[in-house]
């Protein structure tokens, strides 16, 4: 039976975790914890709690993701996507386990026109970046065997997102502006932790790995799409580029995800992205 630490359970990718973790219940017991059952950048505790449950592998869902604040704030950003990362590598490894790191789309800098792959050099402009990355460097040094796995744009039936926030104001609004001009790949959170857990049951090879749904779009096309898939008709969308929109904090305007080496490795077939959310509507 494996030891399985979940980080961040109750945002977006735990909340799914939680919900397929039974699937795993003959081979894997999890202890899925948040800041009130166990603080990560408490070094201590995290040794403490990863040597008394016997924990083989972590799966860090935990994040400082409020890429705006974190413009202003990125010394706490960083004691959560970086240091706090390294305490739970450094301390599974200790006790010959492995760990499953979730990273962002944002370790790139946003200028390609084709999908980044794992080895693209990388290139943060954001305080939320910068602190991925560097999270995602101690995770790889301090623990051999571990897996690193970058995703995008990320959406459940759980907490507040892009999704959720387009289906409140196409209900409040005759109309919305839409970013036009940043092209990327919806991901929904299930299908990644569906993912996060085949590669876990399967065996991690360790490394790092891109996911996120199949195909591309816009921040306007995913938005019209949401209303499409809900039956909102009654609120215009139109488009807009990015600099009719400002904010703190720098998008990418391509962060595509290649995702060959994580299919190829896992054998994980993976959803187009509007199939993916229609799913998910039909679950809220």
């Not at 494996?2 to 990718?13: D, E």
């Not at 795993?24 to 017991?29: F, Q, W």
């Not at 390294?86 to 789309?105: K, N």
């Not at 969308?237 to 904090?249: D, F, I, N, S």
Request: proline content about 4%; aromatic content about 10%.
């Amino acid at each position: 039976m494996k030891q399985i630490l979940v980080t961040g359970c109750r945002g977006q990718l735990g909340n799914e975790l939680q919900l397929l973790a039974p699937q795993y219940a003959d081979t894997c017991r999890f202890h899925f914890t948040d800041r009130e059952e166990l603080d990560i950048t408490d070094r201590r505790a995290v040794f403490d709690f990863i040597e008394s449950h016997s924990i083989a592998i972590v799966i860090n869902c935990a994040a400082y993701t409020a890429v705006d604040r974190a413009e202003e704030d990125e010394a706490l950003c960083d004691l959560l996507n970086h240091i706090a990362p390294g305490y739970l590598a450094e301390a599974v490894a200790s006790v010959g386990g492995t760990m499953v790191h979730v990273s962002t789309d944002y370790v790139f800098d946003g200028t390609a026109h084709i999908p980044y792959a794992e080895d693209d050099a990388t290139n943060p402009q954001t305080a939320y970046g910068r602190t991925k990355l560097a999270g995602e460097e101690s995770v790889i040094r301090l623990c051999a065997g571990s897996m690193v796995v970058r995703t995008a744009w990320l959406y459940s039936t759980f907490g507040q997102n892009f999704v959720k926030t387009m289906l409140r104001l196409g209900r409040e609004r005759d109309s919305l502006g839409v970013v036009a001009d940043q092209i990327g790949t919806p991901t929904y959170a299930r299908h990644l932790a569906q993912a996060l857990l085949e590669a876990v049951d399967k065996g991690i090879v360790p490394g790092v790995y891109h996911f996120t749904n199949e195909g591309t779009c816009s921040w306007y096309d995913f938005a019209c799409a949401i209303h499409r898939l809900a039956g909102i008709d009654n609120c215009h969308v139109r488009p807009l580029h990015t600099e009719e929109y400002p904010v703190p904090a720098k998008r990418p305007h391509y962060s595509v995800l290649d995702k060959t080496k994580i299919k190829q490795t896992y054998g994980i077939d993976i959803a187009w992205w509007q199939d993916a959310l229609k799913e998910c509507i039909k679950a809220m």
